[in-house]
């Protein structure tokens, strides 16, 4: 029998990758500190716990998130049987009810027979073969530990969460059900502004009071989760055709599209929860409550829970890490998740699902996979491993992979000719490497 991994951390990627190591034969030991030890941003005892939105993104060919999953199905990805089965309506996005998605993921790993479960935060870092998926909020023992290894340093950004209002205290008489250009049933809630409505609330956001950030990190936000009231300051239309824009959306009480929109995704599966996309914030609580309640139908929305926002720690990988995660010189140690510097939840999941099956083959003896540049788990391997002069986390996109060899001009028809040559490429590399 192999020898026993340690995979520490239960969030997305610890989980992908201690399910993986099990599929293929490989004992674990899965460590999660919850629920004797929780981060800041964690509330919650079970695996793969979502703190931020309960959105994984575009679940079709045509975005690159759609791309990923597509993927990662073909490795049985227990991240994305779990979302699958916790699904609610969210357009052509997948979206889960958290709760249902966690409790998925917890009794699956509790009940496979080489996984064993050790509730107990881990401070030192343990003897290899070891994948360390602690997440960006690793707890600081270990994270100074991890930044006394040859060569490793810490950079930092902030991460901003969505507040969550219910479905109840909402004005329904001002609300609209419709997703963009009638995507899916119908599965947002949509709050429509008028031109003077969207003036009165940007004023209120931008002058809002934020909780404080030390000057040292005012800088060291994640683009693609800046704060609302920040993208909000880089001028008065910003919002309108961002968050806020009201393409593919027609008000039916007006028959018109409106100035801007405002829209909730459910956060749950029975609906009485909403959260408002695109609000991630670090306005103080009281501010979030009377600036959001002037968007149309939140005059007296209850807030089930505030925005916040946190420091979230990712290595610089391109001094430290190579290929699939793996620490350079030392193959049998790993990392996985957002503190490799990918970005999101399914990217996090699947730097898990890579850097599992790559350890899983290396000790049974059989060469680490390939996945070469044309398919987003390579991809998003590489950019984690490739020198830059300012190594930022980096999302799930087009843009990672060669462009084709004949140009089309429908970005739509574009990406999907990518992304079916991408699964093509994996699937010759699933059946020529024997990776499943």
Same mark, same amino acid.
């Given at each position: 029998?192999?020898?026993?991994?340690?995979?520490?951390?239960?969030?997305?990627?610890?989980?992908?990758?201690?399910?993986?190591?099990?599929?293929?034969?490989?004992?674990?030991?899965?460590?999660?500190?919850?629920?004797?030890?929780?981060?800041?941003?964690?509330?919650?005892?079970?695996?793969?716990?979502? #703190?931020?939105?309960? &959105? $994984?993104?575009?679940?079709?060919?045509?975005? @690159? %998130?759609?791309?990923? +999953?597509? !993927?990662?199905?073909?490795?049985?990805?227990?991240?994305?049987?779990?979302?699958?089965?916790?699904?609610?309506?969210?357009?052509?996005?997948?979206?889960?009810?958290?709760?249902?998605?966690?409790?998925?993921?917890?009794?699956?790993?509790?009940?496979?027979?080489?996984?064993?479960i050790k509730r107990e935060r881990v401070d030192e870092i343990p003897d290899e073969p070891v994948i360390i998926a602690t997440g960006p909020l690793t707890h600081e023992a270990l994270s100074s530990r991890i930044k006394e290894l040859p060569g490793f340093s810490a950079l930092h950004f902030f991460d901003a969460e969505a507040?969550? #209002?219910?479905?109840? &205290? $909402?004005?329904?008489?001002?609300?609209?059900? @419709? %997703?963009?250009?009638? +995507?899916? !049933?119908?599965?947002?809630?949509?709050?429509?502004?008028?031109?003077?409505?969207?003036?009165?609330?940007?004023?209120?956001?931008?002058?809002?009071?934020?909780?404080?950030?030390?000057?040292?990190?005012?800088?060291?936000?994640?683009?693609?989760?800046?704060?609302?009231?920040?993208?909000?300051?880089?001028?008065?239309?910003?919002?309108?055709?961002?968050?806020?824009?009201?393409?593919?959306?027609?008000?039916?009480?007006?028959?018109?599209?409106?100035?801007?929109?405002?829209?909730?995704?459910?956060?749950?599966?029975?609906?009485?929860?909403?959260?408002?996309?695109?609000?991630?914030?670090?306005?103080?609580?009281?501010?979030?409550?009377?600036?959001? %309640?002037?968007?149309?139908?939140? !005059?007296?929305?209850?807030?089930?829970?505030?925005?916040?926002?946190?420091?979230?720690?990712?290595?610089?990988?391109?001094?430290?890490?190579?290929?699939?995660?793996?620490?350079?010189?030392?193959?049998?140690?790993?990392?996985?998740?957002?503190?490799?510097?990918?970005?999101?939840?399914?990217?996090?999941?699947?730097?898990?699902?890579?850097?599992?099956?790559?350890?899983?083959?290396?000790?049974?003896?059989?060469?680490?996979?390939?996945?070469?540049?044309?398919?987003?788990?390579?991809?998003?391997?590489?950019?984690?491993?490739?020198?830059?002069?300012?190594?930022?986390?980096?999302?799930?996109?087009?843009?990672?992979?060669?462009?084709?060899?004949?140009?089309?001009?429908?970005?739509? !028809?574009r990406y999907e000719q990518t992304a079916k040559r991408s699964l093509s490429e994996l699937e010759n590399i699933i059946q020529t490497q024997q990776l499943i």
């Amino acid at each position: 029998m192999a020898d026993t991994v340690r995979v520490i951390g239960a969030g997305l990627a610890g989980s992908e990758a201690a399910w993986q190591l099990a599929k293929r034969g490989i004992r674990v030991e899965l460590y999660e500190m919850k629920p004797f030890c929780y981060s800041p941003a964690h509330q919650k005892s079970g695996f793969a716990e979502l #703190v931020c939105s309960n &959105s $994984l993104k575009a679940d079709y060919l045509s975005n @690159a %998130s759609g791309l990923l +999953k597509a !993927e990662m199905r073909l490795f049985g990805s227990l991240i994305l049987e779990a979302a699958d089965a916790a699904r609610i309506p969210a357009g052509g996005a997948l979206a889960v009810d958290r709760d249902v998605f966690s409790d998925y993921v917890t009794k699956m790993l509790s009940a496979h027979p080489l996984i064993e479960i050790k509730r107990e935060r881990v401070d030192e870092i343990p003897d290899e073969p070891v994948i360390i998926a602690t997440g960006p909020l690793t707890h600081e023992a270990l994270s100074s530990r991890i930044k006394e290894l040859p060569g490793f340093s810490a950079l930092h950004f902030f991460d901003a969460e969505a507040p969550i #209002v219910t479905r109840d &205290s $909402l004005d329904m008489s001002r609300i609209f059900a @419709a %997703s963009r250009y009638d +995507k899916g !049933e119908g599965d947002y809630l949509n709050c429509p502004m008028s031109e003077d409505e969207y003036n009165a609330f940007y004023d209120a956001l931008v002058s809002a009071e934020t909780a404080e950030v030390h000057d040292f990190d005012k800088n060291a936000v994640f683009e693609g989760c800046i704060a609302v009231e920040i993208l909000a300051s880089r001028g008065r239309q910003t919002l309108a055709y961002g968050p806020l824009k009201p393409v593919g959306l027609v008000d039916p009480h007006t028959g018109k599209r409106p100035y801007a929109v405002v829209q909730l995704r459910r956060d749950n599966l029975s609906g009485s929860l909403y959260n408002i996309v695109g609000f991630q914030t670090r306005l103080k609580f009281g501010e979030q409550k009377r600036v959001f %309640s002037m968007i149309p139908g939140l !005059e007296n929305a209850e807030f089930a829970r505030y925005g916040v926002m946190h420091r979230n720690t990712y290595l610089n990988s391109p001094d430290v890490l190579g290929a699939n995660y793996q620490v350079k010189g030392r193959p049998l140690f790993r990392f996985a998740g957002q503190m490799t510097g990918v970005e999101g939840y399914m990217e996090s999941a699947a730097s898990g699902l890579t850097s599992g099956v790559a350890l899983a083959r290396r000790l049974k003896g059989k060469p680490e996979p390939d996945f070469g540049n044309k398919t987003l788990l390579g991809a998003l391997a590489s950019h984690v491993m490739t020198p830059v002069s300012d190594f930022q986390p980096m999302n799930a996109n087009f843009g990672l992979l060669p462009p084709l060899e004949s140009r089309i001009r429908s970005k739509k !028809e574009r990406y999907e000719q990518t992304a079916k040559r991408s699964l093509s490429e994996l699937e010759n590399i699933i059946q020529t490497q024997q990776l499943i």
